[in-house]
């Protein structure tokens, strides 16, 4: 039985309910006893963007446990719940491969296969996507302050 490490992650939850992360730790926790795999940890970021630069702690935390190999594979709800940055990534894809390609898979994306070059390829793409939906989003969010600040 591989012992896996849950990362949970949701941009912003001002009133800190915890649900989404929650909600992705339940789907994490399925997946993983439907691989027959025991939970070692879970990681959760709550409130916390991967979008904009700031600390993350409990990823920062993930990334040592994987150099450590104190977890076999990992589990995310989906990829763009680990990376929004193509260079956080590219870190990322280093580090796997230094620590041995854990196994990586996700709830609603499958697999994440970074030990062949197709693998980090697809990988890399959806994190060109998660960014660009990042960039987009903060457009709009731009746009509706303008609004509000011009409606007073």
């Known amino acids: 039985m591989r012992t896996v490490g849950v990362y949970a992650r949701i941009s912003s939850d001002p009133a800190d309910t915890r649900l989404g992360v929650d909600r992705q730790v339940e789907d994490c926790r ?4 439907d691989l027959g795999s025991a939970v070692g940890d879970l990681y959760v970021d709550n409130d916390v963007s991967a979008w904009s630069g700031k600390r993350r702690p409990e990823y920062e935390r993930l990334c040592e446990d994987i150099k450590a190999a104190t977890i076999d594979a990992l589990i995310a709800w989906h990829p763009d719940r680990l990376h929004r940055s193509p260079r956080e ?64």
């Open 89 to 152: 990534l590219e870190d990322f894809i280093d580090l796997c491969e230094a620590a041995g390609n854990p196994e990586i898979r996700t709830v609603t994306a499958g697999d994440v296969d970074l030990s062949t070059p197709n693998g980090r390829m697809v990988a890399r793409m959806l994190g060109v996507m998660a960014r660009g939906e990042s960039d987009k989003s903060a457009v709009r969010i731009r746009r509706k302050h303008l609004e509000l600040a011009t409606k007073g």
């Open 30 to 33: 399925r997946l993983a006893a």
